[in-house]
């Protein structure tokens, strides 16, 4: 039965590509090593057109007359208030390009625009070296090291030491935890529940937060927060699992790269990367429960707590609710084992 793979390694070869939407430039070479907020690419978002009726704007009568008043041409590149056209009464009001835009096309009275667009950032996400361009279309980075991946993360990325605040995996973090010798770290706390605590991280210029779990109601004050947030288990008080819990603490003061950045239509997740000088393989992506697996319960009392797959039983279980379904036999890390619904479990591998 195939269910959610979420990779918690402590050495993999670890290969991602970025590509990006619409027309875009490449900015970096191959062999170039890149940090996780570098730039390795920028692109323009989908083009957006406008149609200026000039006829209709001005309440000129005739369509030659709203031609002839048009002052620009097929080519033209606008700021923001210059004139498009200017009606021969004198009392009129010209008509001014409410955007930076370009002319694209001018049809009878009517002039076609396209808006002018910044260019977007494709930022690498960790620490890399540049295998493989994708002219204008992305590309391929890759590295080895310690892999970590979460559940949520606020759409940013950055890379600095990682500091172990968490005396347990059920701590909280308050803000009062947070202290100014955490500058320029990336903190490793527990379940947050304060808003306050990213306003202090903030101030205090720590570079990212690794949270446990977090208050659904700070949801959109994590969204806003200048610097990279992510969720290892999910929202509400949910405890670490002990296995990703002793991985970044074994790595305590390394430089690691928080890349909060992913896409869950294309199944990417945020990711914890610790760069490793050493060659290895890369991880096995979808995989199946069974025997001998490492999981993560995802709900429940239990939720948050990994533990290993005894045996999957062969035949339907009825739960409590009446629902029959497949059950599979886990053993915690203190021997106790419990009987599962293979809906309630997520792979660790």
């Known amino acids: 039965m195939e269910t959610l793979n979420f ?11 970025r590509i990006f939407p619409g027309r875009g430039d490449v900015l970096v070479r191959v062999g170039q090593k890149v940090d996780a907020s570098d730039t390795i690419a920028e692109f323009f978002p989908e083009e957006k057109f406008i149609i200026v009726n000039v006829r209709k704007e001005l309440n000129i009568k005739n369509t030659d007359d709203a031609r002839r008043s048009i002052n620009v041409k097929v080519g033209d590149k606008l700021k923001k208030g210059d004139v498009i056209a ?6 009129s009001k010209p ?3 409410q955007n930076d835009s370009e002319v694209v096309n001018i049809i009878g009275s009517q002039v076609v625009l396209r808006l002018m667009q910044r260019p977007k950032a494709v930022l690498a996400g960790f620490e890399a070296i540049v ?19 979460g559940v949520w993360g606020n759409q940013k990325a950055t890379s600095g030491p990682i500091i172990t605040i968490m005396e347990d995996m059920f701590e909280e973090l308050t803000p009062q935890k947070i202290d100014v010798t955490f500058r320029g770290s990336i ?3 527990g379940y947050c529940a304060n808003s306050e605590v990213f306003k202090a991280a903030e101030e205090l210029n720590i570079k990212g937060l690794i949270l446990t779990s977090m208050s659904a109601s700070i949801a959109n004050a994590a969204l806003n927060c200048n610097i990279p947030i992510i969720l290892l288990e999910g929202f509400g008080p949910i405890p670490l699992n002990e296995r990703t819990y002793e991985l970044l603490k074994s ?6 790269s928080l890349n909060a950045i992913y896409d869950v239509k ?8 610790i760069q490793l000088p050493v060659e290895a393989n890369p991880p096995v992506e979808g995989q ?19 533990a290993v797959i005894k045996k999957i039983n062969p035949t339907k279980t009825i739960l409590q609710n009446g629902i029959r379904t497949v059950c599979a036999i886990i053993e915690f890390s203190d021997e106790d084992q419990i009987s599962v619904p293979l809906a309630n479990l997520d792979i660790l591998e």
């Open 86 to 91: 200017q009606s021969s009464r004198t009392i």
């Open 288 to 306: 199946e429960l069974r025997n001998g697996c490492v999981v993560r319960v995802n709900s429940g009392p239990d939720q948050g707590k990994a």
């Open 131 to 149: 295998t493989e361009i994708l002219p204008f279309r992305g590309v391929v980075i890759e590295t080895n090291g310690a892999l970590i991946q």
């Open 7 to 17: 990779h918690t390694l402590g050495l993999a070869k670890i290969q991602r590509t």
């Open 266 to 273: 294309k199944y990417e997740k945020p990711e914890i990367i």
């Open 187 to 189: 903190v490793l706390g």
């Open 251 to 256: 790595n305590e003061k390394k430089v690691v």
């Open 95 to 97: 008509l001014k390009a």
